[in-house]
């Protein structure tokens, strides 16, 4: 069974920095994808960033392009999300979700896409 367990949220101030981890266990194929959605009070989930694993590419949305970065350690079926230079509009609870199969668009609703989901991890940036 497909585990995900996503860590390192916490409350930092703007222009600050944070790594996200998101561990996985149980994974039956190296041909997989993992990604970061994040979900604000009020907000829609939105993807973030995510990892083609299998073929080592990486997507962003929009507003996180040059402040985060997505990366993994093979070995450890750990994904990170490095997040730097962050506001207070990055504010929300932050889940990682894997699937067998490339990434999905980041936008619109193909999070429903994702098979497996993590519990999420709360970022607060005050100003």
């Known amino acids: 069974e497909v585990q995900l367990q996503a860590s390192g949220g916490g409350l930092v101030q703007a222009g600050g920095s944070l790594r996200l981890s998101c561990v996985g266990s149980g994974f039956t194929s190296d041909a997989y994808s993992i990604a970061w959605y994040r979900k604000a009070p009020g907000k829609e989930r939105e993807g973030v960033s995510c990892?083609?694993?299998?073929?080592?590419?990486?997507y962003y949305r929009n507003s996180v392009k040059g402040r985060f970065t997505i990366s993994s350690d093979n070995a450890k079926k750990t994904v990170y999300l490095q997040m730097s230079s962050l506001k207070p509009e990055d504010t929300a609870v932050y889940y990682c979700?894997?699937?067998?199969?490339?990434?999905?668009?980041?936008?619109?609703?193909?999070?429903?896409?994702?098979?497996?989901w993590g519990k999420g991890t709360q970022v607060t940036v005050f100003s």
């Open positions: 990892l083609d694993v299998g073929n080592n590419l990486p």
């Open positions: 979700a894997m699937r067998y199969d490339y990434c999905p668009p980041l936008s619109g609703p193909f999070h429903h896409g994702m098979e497996y």
